[in-house]
């Protein structure tokens, strides 16, 4: 018999915490060759027949073992934090192992459900926050504070800045923040690692003494900039091109007057790096409904590539049900909008803009047709799927690839290229209107009106396998 393969096979037992585990080198090694455990599984042959005395939980790890059996996560760990396991994993040396275990499922909005809830220890109401698309870690502005929770939501520490309300934030690096707020000026970099800010930045015109005191409205980034919308209080705004490595200002973008729905500053941004572009959009709403614009920037020349402006753009049957919400799919080169007054979802391929080039999507089951309106509507795009929060309620729109034969060759998209489902089935008002939805990690994140936490909807195939603390 090949000694290699007598050794992986060998049973070893452990004595952890009082409680005797049985089980092979093999599976001792599957947590890594640095873990803990595989230095276990190295003994001389002449040990092996005497346990080796853990003074750890023998419960917890009873989970773990059976996650290096089957690189599954068994139901007994619903009774264990992610913290408490995380903590466990780390002292065994296989936290990447645990890791990569508790990642959701492929987010499919149809069969997503609330899986939990953040909520950040003090100053409760969250005011932005903002995730990474690639392991769905997140930072919520709560107050002036901010909080960290990483891929497996596990709070990873809390700091608090100089400002009193942060009402716009952006992860521009690992571990730096970019931070705005309506209630006071310029834009703010600060350290989640130390606590410390480590610049900021200000509009300011030599030329015109009436720039000073600029609010930030929205943050956007590039692999080498930041761009952050900045209004003054006689509402002239600009974008502003930061750049990363020094945090000076390097171009301003799109100044406007602001004296009317047409030219005042955007509450969003957007960069495409494919395209190369910047996205930024503006909505007001009053008496007689809702206005506002779409605009292109190409921040390499700072001109403007493309916009639409409602009500006054598009087909005629559509004037006067201007949009209420905007995102843009950066995968896919897509925009999509809300409409205020009909609460349709329209769709543009970013390739081919011109004067109109919503196509409206219609759903043909008339039992999920929108028989109100879509003024308190947002709208986000995340894994070729298109979110939608009407009031409390949440739906997605999927793709359907079938209908693509049927679509004529010069155009992307018709009026049946997207199905609608409802993700939230009851609109519960009590639990508020969304105000912002956001993917990352396979999670979809959603904050409500005065909400003290963040909602986190998961594919129900891996929703409550293990609770947040």
Sequence with gaps: MDDRNSDTDRRIKINVGGELFQTTASTLRSGGPDSLLAALSNRTESSFSDPVFIDRDPEIFSVLL????SN???STARRFTKQELADEAAYYGIESRLNSALLPSPLSGID?????TIRPASDGIVSA????????????????????????LTHTGTIRTHVDNITAIRRIRPEIAAVGSESAPGIHFYSLASGVRVGSTDWRDPSDPRIYNARVTAIADSDDSVFAAFDCHHRENCVLQVDKSSLKVAAEIGRQS????????PG?????PANGVLVGSAVASGAFGFSGYIRLWDPRSGKLVWETIEPGSGRSSRFGDSFANVDVDADESTLFKVCSKSGDLAVADLRKLGDDPWVYLVDKNPSLRNTGGGGNS????????????REGELEVWSRVEKREADVERENRFSEESYRRNYVDKVCDLERGVIKKIEGGGDRLFVCREDAEGIEV????SFSGAVSVS
């Design 258 to 265: 602001g004296s009317s729905t047409k030219t005042m500053v």
């Design 112 to 116: 997503a459900a609330l899986a939990d």
């Design 378 to 389: 947002v709208v986000h795009c995340y894994r070729k799927q298109v979110f939608v929060g």
């Design 457 to 460: 909807w998961e594919s129900s």
């Design 129 to 152: 926050f903002d995730v990474d698309d690639g392991d769905g870690s997140v930072w919520i502005a709560h107050g002036g504070q901010i909080s960290g929770y990483d891929s497996n």
């Design 72 to 74: 599954r996560i068994p």
């Design 66 to 69: 059976s996650l290096l059996r």
């Design 268 to 272: 969003n941004l957007t960069y495409l």
